[in-house]
């Protein structure tokens, strides 16, 4: 079974610009959540979309934002990028059968905002 | 909002000891703690989890314990190995299992 994949891997930006990451879930996954980390911060909850709907949501600024296709595939995008953004972020696919979640991350995107 | 605290942030243990990580929570809502391993480069691996309802898990080497009344849970690694080598993690949960606050991490060091 393939994993979660994440495109790209890595990623460089200057001040003020955008980005659009994306990621696909293992097959029948209909939950996707994104984490953003980093070496002061640790691992911080963004988002959470299930069947294309954001279903939670972490404490960031508004400038942090994201979807999920009809596919369960989901991006998020971050608009005006400041230096702080810079940071590797994490997409995570669940699947809850009987008692037991099924949860797997992928390797992430590093983005680097210069 | 939930906290989660984890000890220690790094340790260093011979092949074949045993190691054992600390997470306390602050939300008694809190009712999934799941546990990461991360290797460098990659992404967090599920390895081992818990709920309010039990007090203790294993999965060959890898063990964790619940206490619910004084809010932390550990994990616990026997016969460890160079490999078990990586970036650990605790988290917890009280809002659904998609929704993760995380300590922030223990670098297990083993040496041959």
């Known amino acids: 079974k393939a994993g979660v994949t994440q495109t790209p891997r890595y990623l460089i930006k200057t001040r003020g610009q955008q980005v659009t990451l994306s990621c696909s879930p293992i097959?029948?996954?209909?939950?996707v959540s994104w984490y953003q980390q980093t070496p002061g911060q640790g691992l911080q909850f963004l988002f959470e979309?299930?069947?294309?709907?954001?279903?939670n949501k972490g404490n960031f600024p508004g400038r942090f934002s994201g979807r999920q296709f009809s596919n369960s595939r989901s991006e998020m995008n971050v608009s005006t990028l400041e230096l702080g953004d810079s940071a590797l972020y994490l997409c995570?696919?669940?699947?809850?059968?009987?008692?037991?979640?099924?949860?797997?991350f992928g390797p992430g995107t590093r983005l680097t905002v210069l | 909002g939930e906290n989660v605290e984890q000890h220690p942030s790094t340790l260093s243990v011979q092949e074949g000891d045993s190691a054992v990580i600390k997470c306390t929570y602050s939300?008694?809502?809190?009712?999934?703690f799941p546990w990461y391993k991360q290797e460098l480069g990659k992404g967090p691996q599920l390895i081992i989890d818990?709920?309010?309802?039990?007090g203790e898990k294993k999965d060959q080497r890898i063990a964790v314990t619940l206490n619910k009344t004084a809010k932390h849970f550990s994990l616990h690694i026997t016969e460890t190995q160079p490999e078990d080598s990586a970036v650990y993690f605790c988290?917890?949960?009280?809002?659904?299992?998609?929704?993760?606050?995380f300590g922030k991490g223990t670098m297990l060091l083993v040496s041959p």
């Open positions: 988290a917890a949960s009280s809002s659904g299992y998609s929704t993760l606050t």
């Open positions: 818990i709920r309010s309802n039990v």
């Open positions: 939300d008694s809502a809190s009712n999934y």
């Open positions: 995570a696919s669940m699947r809850t059968v009987g008692v037991d979640n099924e949860q797997f």
């Open positions: 097959s029948g996954h209909r939950s």
């Open positions: 979309y299930f069947s294309e709907t954001q279903r």
